[in-house]
């Protein structure tokens, strides 16, 4: 137990790390195209949030969250979606002060404590974009082509993006009517029930296998939009045919949680013939008044990065891992050998260089095994002779060629 990390939680090993800042790499590139700068907020926040938020009748706010009381008594949350956070954020500190649309973007853990055969994390990690104060459909377009760059430039071929309209509460009026009406008789698990007269859309994202096989036939949003999200919908798709970036409208996508209003979209991945979201979103026009503040419409997304490095891992897009050293420095086994070879290494790391010498006493023999292992670019050796000499032999570990030199020469040499 007691060495065994908790189910569903996964270490990114020192040997993995690179693949996690390589991927990170190319979602920053892309916010910074974009001009969106980073936001860092909390891992949890007051379970009050989500409950707005993310809307009490929802399966994330009802069967995943790992809610728990603080010493204080507080109702505390670990973050189950990152958008409530940053909204929270956006209020707090009166960014809507700033020139809008105020754009973020983030690296967070997400926690939901979902069912262990279902092969999911509960704690994954995401990286996710959030525009404040933008209100046209280019916005949508801009969020949209954001995600979908990330993965292309992370090399995944085949995607396929999804968009829908789930309208705005205008519209939801009569759609959930249409719902209401759809569902009335028909089997529905115990949460449903209760959803069925407060939130008949969020049925349609039930797990429960009754639940699900009655969704598939039920009236879909789209037949209901008003006027406007009509419009902001077809201005979108037009955007989208500019680009020539394909796309499919597929009036099943709804998104699980509450504050999506117009735009929702996926981007979809093949993986050995089956679909996979890697990214999804969606506007939010009501969230941040929803939360208290002024009203502000805004859209973003979510990428969840352990699946998207599963897909490169997949499809062999990784590069390899970077080497650890440049350099190991090998000395013989006095004080003044090894202090010689020490500051040799700190002077190479000054200079940007990445060097390491022995820390363990090793054996002449057992240092070269070392740096073979590191599988390091040179090698350079330090003993009573060199000592003496100043002049080190460098060894091309590579080439196998050698040379003798100055410490000064070596550093210009590797540098
Ligand atoms: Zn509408
Ligand atoms: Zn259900």
Known sequence: MLTQAPKGTKDVRPNDAYKWHYVENIMKEAARVNGYREVRTPGFEHTELFLRGVGDTTDVVQKEMYTFLDKGDRSITLKPEGTAGAARAFIEHGLFNEALPLKMFYFTPVYRYEKPQSGRLREHHQFGVEAFGGSEPTLDAEIIMLGYNVLKNCGLQGLSLNINSIGCPK???????????????????????????????????????????????????????????????????????????????????????????????????????????VCGGGRYDGLVEQLGGKETCGIGFGMGIERLLILMEEQQLLPEEPELFKVFVVSGASDQERIAAFNLVQKMRANGISADSDHNKRSFKAQFKYAGKQNVSYTVVIGTNELETGKYTLKNMVDGTQQELEADEIINLIK
Not at 200 to 218: F, T
Not at 251 to 259: A, E, M
């Open 171 to 277: 519209c939801r009026e009569r759609y959930n009517q249409a719902l209401r009406e759809y569902f009335a008789g028909k089997k529905l698990c115990e949460t449903c029930l209760s959803r069925l007269e407060r939130n008949p859309m969020r049925i349609l994202d039930c797990k429960d296998v009754d639940c699900g096989r009655d969704a598939d036939n039920a009236p879909v949003i789209l037949d209901y939009i008003c006027e406007e999200c009509a419009e902001h919908f077809e201005m979108l798709k037009k955007i989208l045919t500019s680009l020539e970036i394909p796309f499919n409208v597929n009036p099943r996508i709804v998104r699980g949680l509450d504050y999506y209003t117009k735009t929702v979209f996926e981007i979809i991945a093949l993986v050995d013939g089956s679909p996979l979201t």
